[in-house]
T-cell receptor, first 113, second 114 residues
Framework: NAGVTQTPKFQVLKTGQSMTLQCAQDMNHNSMYWYRQDPGMGLRLIYYSASEGTTDKGEVPNGYNVSRLNKREFSLRLESAAPSQTSVYFC????????????FGPGTRLLVL | QKEVEQDPGPLSVPEGAIVSLNCTYSNSAFQYFMWYRQYSRKGPELLMYTYSSGNKEDGRFTAQVDKSSKYISLFIRDSQPSDSATYLCAMSATRGSTLGRLYFGRGTQLTVWP
């Protein structure tokens, strides 16, 4: 039981390049989330998916797109990376039976030059 | 004004000290209150949660919620170097929603030195 997994762990991009961050959970959770964490800013919600087939914008969605591929997988795409998107990205999932608990992945460190 | 305010510290204490971490919030609809611990270069992990007002104890950790003051606290007794981490408070407004969106504080960086 791996919990929430994220790939890659670390990535360097040049401005304008695109990439997809992958997230998968094996806990049969309905809801999944993408956050970014920046120094002094805490965790900020980018997008979320309350259930398979639905996605909604969070606090800072500009410059990102998401896909809820199935119940297990939720990907985050940067179409044209910008230096302001340099951050640590965390994926999380939550069971409907445990609203107070979100389980986080290990994170992806992204550097945009 | 952010919905959840948390002093980022850093906080540095000697081993064995009692640590007090705090958050304030503005949204009176928050019902669930959580503390996450995040070690360096790791993802946040749930440490404790409480519902509405009151106290909850788990070993050396005690979480307190005062909804009348919109103030929550986490106390760590007999602190250990292994407690050195960033502590994030988080809150959720609704239990019935399928979303369960969490609102996070900025986190307080704690160092416990031997």
């Amino acid at each position: 039981n791996a919990g929430v997994t994220q790939t890659p762990k670390f990535q360097v991009l040049k401005t304008g390049q695109s990439m997809t961050l992958q997230c998968a959970q094996d806990m049969n959770h309905n809801s999944m989330y993408w956050y970014r964490q920046d120094p002094g800013m805490g965790l900020r919600l980018i997008y979320y998916s309350a259930s398979e087939g639905t996605t909604d914008k969070g606090e800072v969605p500009n410059g990102y797109n998401v896909s809820r591929l199935n119940k297990r997988e939720f990907s985050l795409r940067l179409e044209s990376a910008a230096p302001s998107q340099t951050s640590v990205y965390f994926c999380a999932s939550r069971s409907r039976l445990a609203e107070e608990t979100q389980y986080f992945g290990p994170g992806t460190r992204l550097l945009v030059l | 004004q952010k919905e959840v305010e948390q002093d980022p510290g850093p906080l540095s204490v000697p081993e064995g000290a009692i640590v007090s971490l705090n958050c304030t919030y503005s949204n009176s609809a928050f019902q669930y209150f959580m503390w996450y611990r995040q070690y360096s270069r790791k993802g946040p992990e749930l440490l404790m949660y409480t519902y509405s007002s009151g106290n909850k104890e788990d070993g050396r950790f005690t979480a307190q919620v005062d909804k009348s003051s919109k103030y929550i606290s986490l106390f760590i007794r007999d602190s250990q170097p292994s407690d050195s981490a960033t502590y994030l408070c988080a809150m959720s407004a609704t239990r019935g929603s399928t979303l369960g969106r969490l609102y996070f504080g900025r986190g307080t960086q704690l160092t416990v030195w031997p």
